[in-house]
């Protein structure tokens, strides 16, 4: 009889107004009632009276939350009052009714059907699990802080830290009031702005695998919710092993009762494919797939997001995009400064694991992938798995390890990675490591794409290396002479620091000779926009608020990387190779040289950037 009558009511609802709309979604938001009648998406249209994006972007998802769960809470009330026989039109008029609450300029207070009222009124209520550590401090809680300064957050939102460390809220505001900057602009105050957001913030101590210390800290985020729609996001800034104890601790004790849960994860996902598929399937006993968002902060920078729009939306770009014209592909990351005392957590993991297994892989999909159906998080994510499933297994001869040793510079002693209290002394976890890859379809067969990454090389940055081929019967090759790859053209996007995008291209200097230089058609991100480039965190922070899937890492994403990874990370420890000694400011060892020369490619980040040739 009650099957009868949800089918009744998913019948009428499929046919009424709110599953009739244009089939436009914000984000990837797909909504379905607790009673197993899916929606198709909802079209809203929004007036923003808000000054910048940001806001516009909060407001629309907040608005359209609002109304999707004020339609849906009245068509289920509508449904069980009538016993699944209401027409078409009652749905229609209950759906009319909520969007017009939720399009509303100001805030809709409550929503009213049959002389009930239901509050459609939403909160936001983000923990921050582990809170006292340097990550929370130095990048978390200042994120949240941007995102409340550039008015991104919704009306109503709650920061809580949440760690065993024994404080008050007092004590929490002032431990993240050194951290909190107004680096965007000064429209307002900085302190004003600054004590409204501390306000807002509060602590609560208690054990990570205590559903008692959760059930109490919900208990709190309840008392500042107060009757609105509850969405909570759980940010765990906390060692792996710890995350299924506070996924279940949290899930079972402090989830939402009327509105979404999230809960972020931060890396490392595991060590292997045996250790990663371990924490999944433990993730998955408390929280489904779509409430875990794996952060790769990498993703979040603004060239990497920009990386798509620069290839998908200029024309000059995506033809090129192949093995026809593309001779190989470089990706470069490199610190200058060592483990720094954080010895002891690096030599657990390495370089390979730490750096090229998740930053750099995510980059290289999403460079090499083929263009997705739509922007949608899901579309974009099939098509990133598609080309990890279609990469080769890396090899022992395709890779190169090195390791820093002590040097001394211009009188200054600079210690080996072996020299840090926390790393044992036969320590051969690898702090550079260099790697061939390549990716079996038809648009790269046969490219190399390199990826280099150490610590206490001679430079810092991330960047992306595009070389094209050499021009066929190329008209001015004596004026290169023998050396071909002097006159190659090469896009690089430079991630950090200093974002920019440039295309080296061959020119005729000005004069009565034939001279030729290599010059620079460069997008210098700091000449051209004038303003500064938010953090990876603040735009992470957003998406997971908003739902936006995007940039967060699925779990079959995650197996296909260690798949390519874990057997050779296996061979290294089980033949305990020795990593190849490069000194603490150089460019790393010399075998990254001849690894690069074997596919007949230079390192672009070792070359000169300029050449004049008479």
Not at 188 to 197: I, L, P, S, T
């Amino acid at each position: 009889m009650e099957q009868a009558m949800m089918a009744g009511c998913a019948q009428a609802v499929s046919s009424s107004s709110l599953s009739r709309g244009s089939g436009a979604e914000l984000g990837s938001s797909r909504v379905a009632s607790r009673s197993g009648a899916a929606f198709s998406p909802v079209t809203v249209a929004v007036k923003p009276k808000q000054r910048n994006s940001c806001a516009v972007r909060a407001t629309v998802s907040g608005q359209l939350y609002q109304f999707v769960q004020s339609a849906v809470k009245a068509l289920k009330l509508l449904c069980m009052q009538t016993g699944g026989k209401s027409s078409v039109q009652s749905y229609d008029e209950a759906t009319k009714s909520a969007a017009r609450a939720a399009m509303d300029d100001v805030s809709p207070k409550s929503a009213s059907l049959n002389g009930g009222t239901t509050s459609t009124e939403t909160t936001v209520s983000i923990t921050v699990v582990g809170a006292s550590g340097d990550l929370a401090k130095k990048k978390i809680f200042p994120a949240l802080f941007a995102l409340y300064y550039e008015g991104c957050l919704p009306e109503h939102f709650t920061v809580f830290g949440f760690a065993r460390s024994k404080m008050t809220d007092e004590t929490l505001r002032e431990m993240i009031s050194g951290t909190l900057t107004c680096r965007i602009d000064q429209r307002e105050n900085c302190g004003d702005k600054q004590e409204a957001f501390l306000k807002r913030c509060f602590y609560h101590a208690g054990q990570y695998s205590s559903e008692d210390s959760f059930g109490e800290l919900s208990k709190k985020l309840h008392e500042h919710e107060g009757d609105r729609v509850a969405n909570r996001l759980f940010y765990l800034s906390i060692p792996p092993d710890i995350f299924v104890d506070v996924a279940r601790s949290s899930s079972l004790a402090a989830s939402s009762a009327n509105g979404w849960t999230r809960v972020i994860v931060e890396k490392p996902f595991g060590r292997d494919s045996e250790s990663s598929a371990e924490l999944t399937r433990g993730l998955k006993k408390y929280l489904k797939e779509d409430q875990i968002y794996r952060i790769d902060h990498y993703l979040g920078k603004e060239l990497v997001e920009n990386l798509s729009v620069l290839r998908f939306s200029n024309l000059v770009f995506e033809p090129l995009w192949s093995r026809q014209y593309i001779r190989n592909v470089q990706l470069i990351f490199s610190e200058d400064f060592g483990t720094e005392g954080r010895g002891g957590y690096f030599d657990n993991y390495g370089i390979i694991r730490d750096i090229m297994q998740n930053h750099l892989l995510q980059i290289l999909a999403l460079f090499a992938m083929e263009p997705p159906v739509s922007l949608d998080a899901e579309d974009i994510r099939n098509e990133k798995v598609k080309v990890l499933r279609s990469m080769r297994v890396l090899d022992i001869d395709n890779l190169v390890v090195g390791q820093y040793k002590g040097h001394t510079r211009g009188g200054v002693n600079y210690p080996a990675y072996t020299d840090d209290k926390t790393v044992p002394n036969n320590s051969l976890t690898p702090t550079f490591a260099a790697a061939a890859l390549f990716i079996d379809n038809a648009r790269w067969d046969g490219v190399p794409f390199l990826m280099k990454a150490g610590k206490a090389l001679h430079m810092k940055g991330a960047e992306i290396r595009v070389q094209f081929r050499h021009v066929p019967g190329n008209l001015y090759k004596r004026s290169f002479g023998t050396d071909l790859d002097l006159a190659t053209n090469e896009l690089v996007i430079r991630v950090q620091p200093d974002e920019a995008i440039y295309l080296k291209i061959n020119n005729k200097v000005p004069g009565l000779g034939m001279r030729l230089d290599r010059s620079n058609l460069n997008l210098h991100y700091a000449d051209r926009y004038n303003r500064e480039i938010p953090d990876a965190y603040e735009r992470l922070l957003l998406d997971a608020i908003e739902g936006e899937r995007r940039l967060f890492i699925r779990s079959d994403e995650l197996d296909a990387a260690w798949a390519l990874f874990t057997p050779l990370l296996k061979e290294l420890e089980k033949r305990k190779i020795s990593p190849e000694l490069y000194p603490y400011g150089s460019r790393g060892p010399v075998g990254a040289h001849y690894l690069a020369a074997k596919y007949n490619v230079r390192w672009g980040d070792n070359s000169s950037e300029a050449l004049d040739i008479a």
